[in-house]
């Protein structure tokens, strides 16, 4: 079945920086886009980013130019580069291959001073 593990969460000050990855196994991953979403407290699911499957990308304007979306095929992981976070990206994230219902059990990130 598939599964999705992310990780690499944390508490990080303002301005720090986190490398989320996505363990993600029971289907062919290189053959679907990859996403990530984040949910935050009384908040909706709402859409970061995007790979397609070869790669091409593309992100929510809230964190464009500070987020960044890659994956690697052969060790079926998808990644979330984020830089310059700021309190308001404090969410749990998940991620999600394109077409699928199916999520983990997201990784918490918390900004704060």
């Known amino acids: 079945q598939v599964q999705l593990v992310e990780s690499g969460g944390g508490l990080v000050q303002p301005g720090g920086s986190l490398r989320l990855s996505c363990a993600a196994s029971?289907?062919?991953?290189?053959?679907?886009?990859m996403s990530w979403y984040r949910q935050a407290p009384g908040k909706g699911r709402e859409l970061v980013a995007h790979?397609?499957?070869?790669?091409?990308?593309n992100y929510a304007d809230f964190v464009k130019g500070r987020f960044t979306i890659s994956r690697d095929n052969a060790e079926n992981t998808v990644y979330l580069q984020m830089n310059s976070l700021k309190p308001e990206d404090t969410a749990v994230y998940y991620c999600?291959?394109?077409?699928?219902?199916?999520w983990g059990q997201g990784t918490q990130v918390t900004v704060s001073s």
């Open positions: 999600n291959p394109q077409g699928w219902s199916v």
């Open positions: 029971g289907f062919t991953f290189s053959s679907f886009g």
């Open positions: 790979s397609t499957r070869t790669g091409f990308t």
